[in-house]
């Protein structure tokens, strides 16, 4: 990446940047392990990190774990020192709830903690365990710990169209965001019905839903981390793994049919959906009126939507285009505007400036 | 001859050498083994790794084949004897590997075929920059130029595609600790390839390619009866369920025998692959200049299973637009038009012709990315 141009981060920048280092250097780590569905193997995988971890020289303690331990994971299990977690009643219920208490004065430089989605019984210093989670981190103890995606409170209600139920404790998607790592557990559907031992028969179909959502989720975390690091390492990248589709909107473009292709195409790919227009001064009414009903098109469409404004429609647009890191642009052309034989237009000005991402030329619809 | 069922795939994809493919495979294999499953190594690759190396103990293994090339011996995959040997299951690490000259076929995928079709099921490992249809990404983001590819439907054609994960940290936790290559090499890795940038970035590459091998599964298998039927299926739904409601899309690439077809054909064929479109490759051929370059992008274009035309024309734009309109195209795929020469800088470029003339269908002007 060197040739990349560098950019100069401002002073607010920099400061931010050396308060997060700070925090980072004092605060433990949080590496989290994702699976789309129970049985994935996230335990094991957890348990055989820390096992690494220790073998390593590092001091690390359970804290906790989940009800059924399966031999290999139990055969780990005996080589950790725990700390386990209080039993606690209330109401008829059994709470399971980390020992602060104990692991700050026990203070291991790691701890393992299997299920991060568990609430505390009312009265507890937090309602929640990822709370207490957080805490460890602030106390300079780092976590590794193991989350499914039917608990990220976020995806609860896609979770729930898919398998038509819903987990009762979940953990905000922001808290997984703001993880030091996160890696994912991925297994064929197929695996986890064989190994399903309760009788219970998931549906493949649903189990490929939620795969593939639990890895979707897992890229937006790896794409945030990747700008993280370009940012804060003063990159400006011009790429991504990412489509970014910028639809680029005037009164008289075919707007229905390029927000709807625009929509279709951040479909299919995950990828991001922009819709920008360049303000322009004395707008006939009716001009106005079409731009009005194409944006609120547009919103509908669950795009994010820019007013843009600058002397020169092209630089707007490309600069624009750039600092989004667009991937696709959207335009609208006529077709047979009688300039384009003589003069560069707009457009082909565009088409000869952008070499980062292609532009794709939507015909106007036919005027009746 | 008996009709055979074809072998099962499974690929063990990863971001990058070290983030442990063939470790877990070869647990997979244990795990098999352990069940009575007849299971032989058609190919493994030590690269020197201890608890990797410990993994393959009790499992059979097919001896490999020397081929000597060029006054040196080379090892390779003896595909006859996996044959012969017939086990229920084979291990192949290394899915995009090249084969030295003097094999039966130039890449192991092709000898993977060979024993699908023989019924034998076959896992196999790779990185996600080894797909055709990244190639140019992977060298935008990393400024390496992937060598060894795999065309995207083979690996579209595999019955599991699992992604193998290992945080760029702790991926660098184990070049630093020598687990990945000797010391010397891990470092000069680590300056290059290996930072923590490329790694993020090939990472994220590789978890959204199988999120779309799984969606492209959902959307090819047949839906269950008993799958829930609830909640909205508005705009969201009906794309996902792969069938715009306008028809089928059919895009049209049209290549020259300029370098950048290369790119133009790879990001057409992405683009076609993503909207599950028909995918064709047009020549509109104006003279004999150029052919052997021409004939190269064909044959390319023919390895993607892209359906590919030529035409002889004298007027290119016109001759691609009806083609198109014959075609029902609905998106065109072209590259820039090269800089004029003064004299005709007052006539169109082709690309503007095309777009006079193919009014009813949009034009997508690919951009040859540039690091």
Redesign the interface.
């Known amino acids: 990446?060197?040739?990349?141009p560098d950019r100069r981060p401002n002073p607010e920048e920099l400061l931010r940047q050396v308060q997060a280092d700070e925090r980072r250097e004092t605060r433990g780590r949080l590496?989290v392990f994702l699976g789309y569905a129970s049985r994935v193997g996230k335990s094991f995988r957890m348990f055989d990190e820390g096992r690494r971890r220790k073998a390593r020289g590092q001091d690390v303690v359970v804290a906790a774990m989940q009800g059924e331990v399966t031999p290999d994971i139990s055969e780990m299990l005996s080589q950790f020192e725990r700390v386990p977690p209080v039993v606690e009643k209330h109401a008829g219920r059994d709470y399971y709830v980390i020992d602060l208490a104990a692991l700050f004065r026990r203070h291991p430089s790691v701890c393992l903690i299997d299920g991060l989605a568990y609430d505390n019984p009312p009265g507890s210093r937090n309602p929640e365990r990822w709370q207490d989670v957080s805490e460890l981190l602030d106390r300079g103890i780092s976590v590794i710990t193991a989350v499914n995606l039917q608990h990220i409170r976020e995806k609860q209600d896609e979770v729930q169209?898919?398998?038509?139920k819903r987990a009762a404790n979940s953990i905000p998607e922001e808290f997984l965001l703001e993880a030091?790592?996160?890696?994912?557990?991925?297994?064929?559907p197929?695996a986890l019905i064989g190994r399903s031992s309760d009788g219970s028969m998931p549906?493949?179909?649903?189990l490929?839903?939620l795969?593939?959502m639990a890895?979707?989720l897992?890229?937006d975390v790896?794409?945030r981390?990747?700008q993280c690091?370009?940012d804060s390492?003063g990159?400006a990248a011009r790429?991504?793994?990412?489509e970014r589709i910028l639809v680029c909107l005037t009164p008289r473009s075919n707007a229905d049919q390029m927000l709807r292709?625009g929509?279709?195409?951040a479909?299919?790919?995950?990828g991001a959906l922009l819709v920008a227009y360049v303000e322009q001064a004395d707008l006939p009414p009716e001009d106005r009126v079409r731009l009005d009903h194409h944006l609120a098109l547009a919103r509908d469409?669950g795009a994010e939507v820019h007013c843009l404004r600058g002397e020169d429609f092209v630089s707007t647009i490309l600069e624009f285009a750039r600092e989004q890191r667009v991937t696709?642009l959207f335009l609208g052309?006529t077709?047979?505007s009688p300039q384009?034989?003589?003069v560069r237009g707009p457009i082909?000005r565009l088409?000869?400036a952008?070499?980062?991402?292609?532009?794709?030329?939507?015909?106007h619809r036919e005027e009746t | 001859v008996s009709e055979e069922k074809r072998g099962k795939l499974?690929v063990y994809m990863g971001y990058a050498a070290g983030v442990g493919k063939t470790y877990r495979m070869l647990s997979e294999a244990q795990d098999l083994r352990r069940q009575g499953v007849d299971i032989v190594i058609g190919y493994f690759e030590p690269h020197g790794r201890k608890e990797t190396i410990a993994l393959t103990e009790g499992l059979e293994t097919i001896p490999r084949r020397v081929i000597a090339y060029g006054g040196s011996n080379f090892e390779e995959m003896d595909t006859d004897a996996v044959l012969r040997r017939k086990p229920a299951v084979a291990l192949v690490d290394e899915f995009a590997h090249t084969n030295v000259p003097g094999c039966d076929r130039v890449k192991r995928w092709q000898d993977v075929r060979i024993l699908l079709d023989a019924g034998i099921d076959v896992l196999t490992t790779m990185n996600v920059q080894h797909l055709e249809s990244l190639n140019d990404?992977v060298w935008?983001?990393t400024?390496v130029r992937v060598r060894e590819t795999i065309p995207d439907w083979v690996v579209d054609e595999a019955d599991?595609v699992?992604?193998?994960?290992?945080?760029p940290?702790?991926l660098r936790n184990r070049l630093e600790r020598g687990v990945v290559y000797q010391q010397e090499k891990a470092r000069h890795a680590m300056e290059n390839f290996f930072?923590?940038?490329?790694l993020?970035?090939l990472?994220?590459?590789a978890?959204?390619h199988?999120?779309?091998e799984?969606?492209e599964?959902?959307l090819t298998?047949p839906?269950?009866a008993?799958?829930?039927e609830?909640?909205e299926q508005g705009?969201?739904g009906a794309?996902?369920g792969g069938q715009?409601a306008a028809g089928k899309e059919r895009i049209l690439i049209c290549l020259t025998g300029r370098p950048s077809s290369a790119f133009l054909i790879r990001?057409g064929k992405r683009?076609a692959d993503?909207?599950?479109a028909d995918c064709l490759a047009l020549h509109i051929a104006t003279g004999p200049d150029g052919r052997e370059a021409v004939e190269r992008h064909l044959s390319f274009a023919r390895n993607l299973r892209i359906e590919t035309h030529v035409m002889e024309a004298a007027d290119v734009p016109g001759a691609i637009a009806a083609f198109a309109r014959a075609q029902n195209i609905t998106?065109i795929f072209m590259g820039?038009s090269q800089p004029r020469p003064w004299w005709k800088l007052?006539s169109?470029?082709i690309?503007?012709r095309v777009?006079?003339e193919s009014?009813?269908?949009?034009?997508?002007?690919?951009?040859?990315?540039?690091?």
């Open positions: 990446m060197s040739s990349r590496k169209r898919i398998t038509g030091d790592e996160i890696e994912v557990v991925d297994a064929p197929e549906d493949p179909r649903q490929a839903e795969r593939e890895l979707l897992a890229a790896v794409d981390q990747l690091y370009l390492h990159v790429w991504g793994a990412q292709s929509h279709r195409n479909l299919r790919f995950h469409l696709q052309h077709g047979r384009m034989r003589f082909d088409i000869d952008a070499d980062d991402f292609d532009v794709r030329l939507f015909p | 499974k990404q935008h983001v400024g599991e699992v992604f193998v994960d290992l945080t940290r702790a930072t923590e940038a490329n993020t970035a990472r994220e590459m978890i959204r199988t999120a779309h799984v969606e599964r959902l298998a839906r269950a008993a799958a829930v609830t909640g705009a969201e794309a996902r715009p990001r683009v993503y909207l599950q998106q820039r007052l169109e470029t690309v503007q777009v006079r009014h009813d269908m949009q034009i997508t002007i690919v951009a040859e990315r540039r690091r």
